[in-house]
């Protein structure tokens, strides 16, 4: 792993750039940020979750969120890291499993009674690839309800993991995996669309940028 | 074998709320007097010892110092940017869309705090992220929502509207960063455990 920070990798964002000095104005979530890749995706200590394993959920994730099967930057980069670590069959099966359990979420039911009417409906994944390990289907299913319809989880959600072999740390860091995922690609994904809409608009009167959002 | 936990007889809360809620985990937490000085030091804060989701998070520390760091920096860094309250209405307009009762809550009374706009605040819980107050509490609520879709569905639209509404690049980098890291928030309060009514 040679980038420094793979936020600005993701995102593009050159060393000088606007977007580089807004970064560093928050220097502790810019450095934390990064550190919470390393904690996650490069454990010095990685415990049941392996390697292979994270980097198996982070591609699956990152598929997971592109509006298509045209692979965004990050999931190209989340696809690289796992075919550093798996065989080409794992990487496959992950990637098909991630472009078949696409949606558009949030959806789920509400526990809270007076919600039930803004309930929505939406697939549950099951990951049958035989090359994917039972352990491992296990850990993509959840990552799925995690990405897509988090407020279905229930305390039998966390029980399903524990039957497929999870111990608690090892859910605590799988569940950490897939949040951060959340926040990283979407970050990633909010930097890039304030580089799409150049800075000179700022500039403009304020005549044209009405117009521009008539 | 972990044990997972259930409330049978949980009071929980019926919708979203500005009153303070509980919180109890499903998965088994470190006890207090079992925390190692590196889980200690990944809480940061030594009275976040007494919060059961801090101490589940603490499995896996690394992980839990680092969140945690980001998450001051976003929220509280206040060099420039987007004022304070609006990146609490970043996140609880996130946690509105995701479904989180339990962060909308800390979040949608800490916007309320710090603006005074408590019922524009009670209005976002109680009508959703389709709410229209004024044209810059909505850019941020529309920006917000739009990013806590899954595609994301935030673009450029999104930012020049931003602007329009007053927001220099620095404070839209603020919104987005506030809105995005709920949904790393919601995911661990939503998945680990349920809110709990308490007082």
Known sequence: MSHDDVIDHLAEIEPGSALDRIRRARPDAREHAQQSFLALLEPAEPGQLTLAERYAVAAYVAVLHDADEDRSRSAAFYLELLADEADAALVAAVRDAADAGRAHGPYGDYREPALAGEAVAGPEARIDAPVV??????????AHLLVLHPRDARAETLRALVDAGWGADAIVSLSQLVAFLAFQLRLVHGLRAVAAAPASAASRSDADLEGAVA | MTEIRDYPALRRPDRFTQEGLGWVPWAPPVPEDALTDVQRHALVEASR?????????????EALRARTLTDLDIFGNEDGGLPRWERELAAAASSRTTGCVFCASVHARAASRLSGRTDDVQRLLDEGVGVRVDERFDAIVDASAALAATPAAFDA????????????????????????FFNWANRLMLSLGEPEVVG
């Open chain 2, 157 to 180: 639209e999104h930012v020049e509207r931003l602007r329009a509404a007053g927001l220099d690049d620095a404070a839209i980098v603020d919104a987005i960063a506030g809105a995005a």
């Open chain 2, 49 to 61: 010892s007494a919060s059961p989701y801090f101490r589940l998070l603490a499995r896996d520390p």
């Open chain 1, 133 to 142: 390990p039972e352990r491992l289907r296990a850990a993509l299913e959840h």
